[in-house]
């Protein structure tokens, strides 16, 4: 458009003034003012006639960055649909949701079910790429305006996830906190069709195992269950994991009844029972008050059983504590 409209207006000047000056070739494009200065033939000096040439060169570069920005190539137009991103989103869905009914049809997650009973272990979260590092979320206490940093990222050969940061437990200045110092890294929930909020199902397991890394500090393993409450957001139940340190890797083995409950990060006088039929996310917290670097490799994470361990729950409970157990 720039460029008809300064093709116009030549033309207006050149009706007008049939021999235009200097001072309107801006006005009338470089075609014209090259027309002009054949028309007139000037016989100037070789000092002049360089200063006219880079003149020249000047308002060509001009015009060309001028018509450079106006006019835009097709092909670097984005092909923007929202009725397609819409149609596509739907379409991911739905077979989502058909994958997911066939499953169930064919058993628990896919498998027959009679392999499902026969099972012993389970792996449910290995680290062998960036997909199963989205899988995660990592915080600590700079949500709450603590200094303490946190990161995930593969660890060598793609094998294995590093959880390694710096952990302080100097308390923000805000006037209200009076303790800080912890890291996290904690599973995201699974989601299926439409975004519904699934669960994991260990009712057929009663260990916890994994084969981790670590610098000889202590962590804390958090289970959550799948619930709609809004008061029960902040429950989980907890047991300890120690790390060795040094470069051998360790099976770390925690038995589900080992798990005491907790709500707020208090543990509560009255115990339950650890539900495995609808676990939600697993979490590992460090907050040992050792201020420093840590670091943290997990291979990965998963479930079996073990016969030897008979265990039902580790902790007693008592008619005043908790009078349901005992009607």
Not at 220 to 230: A, L, R, Y
Not at 236 to 260: D, L
Request: aromatic letters at 14%.
């Amino acid at each position: 458009m720039a460029l008809v409209h300064k093709l116009l207006r030549g033309t207006y000047f050149l009706r007008k003034f049939s021999k235009p000056t200097s001072a309107l070739y801006p006005f009338l494009g470089i075609r014209f003012a090259e027309y002009s200065s054949s028309l007139q033939k000037p016989v100037a000096s070789p000092g002049k006639a360089s200063s006219q040439r880079k003149t020249e060169g000047d308002l060509q570069g001009d015009h060309q960055k001028e018509v450079a920005l106006d006019i835009t190539s097709s092909e670097e137009k984005p092909d923007v649909s929202f009725d397609k991103a819409i149609r596509d989103e739907a379409m991911y869905h739905f077979r989502h949701l058909k994958d997911e009914i066939v499953d169930h049809w064919r058993g628990p997650e896919g498998h027959p079910l009679h392999e499902v009973l026969l099972e012993q272990a389970k792996v449910v979260w290995q680290f062998r790429g960036k997909e199963d590092l989205d899988k995660w979320t990592v915080t600590s206490d700079k949500t709450i305006g603590g200094r303490s940093e946190v990161f995930l990222k593969m660890g060598k050969n793609n094998q294995s996830a590093l959880l390694y940061g710096t952990l302080s437990s100097e308390a923000p200045q805000d006037g209200e906190s009076t303790r800080s110092g912890y890291c996290a890294m904690i599973s995201r929930i699974p989601r299926g069709a439409f975004e519904r909020k699934m669960s994991y199902d260990w009712s057929q397991f009663n260990t916890l195992y994994l084969r981790v890394r670590g610098d000889g500090r202590p962590w804390m393993v958090n289970i959550k269950e799948d619930t709609d409450f809004f008061q029960r957001t902040n429950q989980m139940y907890s047991y300890f994991m120690f790390t060795r340190g040094g470069p051998y890797w360790q099976e770390v083995k925690i038995p589900f009844s080992k798990f005491f409950f907790s709500n707020r990060g208090r543990i509560r006088d009255v115990q339950h029972e650890l539900p495995l039929d609808k676990i939600s996310s697993i979490g590992f917290t460090l907050a040992d008050k050792v201020d420093g670097p840590f670091f943290l490799e997990i291979d990965f994470i998963g479930v079996f059983t073990d016969p030897a361990h008979t265990e039902e729950f580790a902790y007693e409970n008592s008619p005043e504590l908790n009078p349901r157990l005992f009607k």
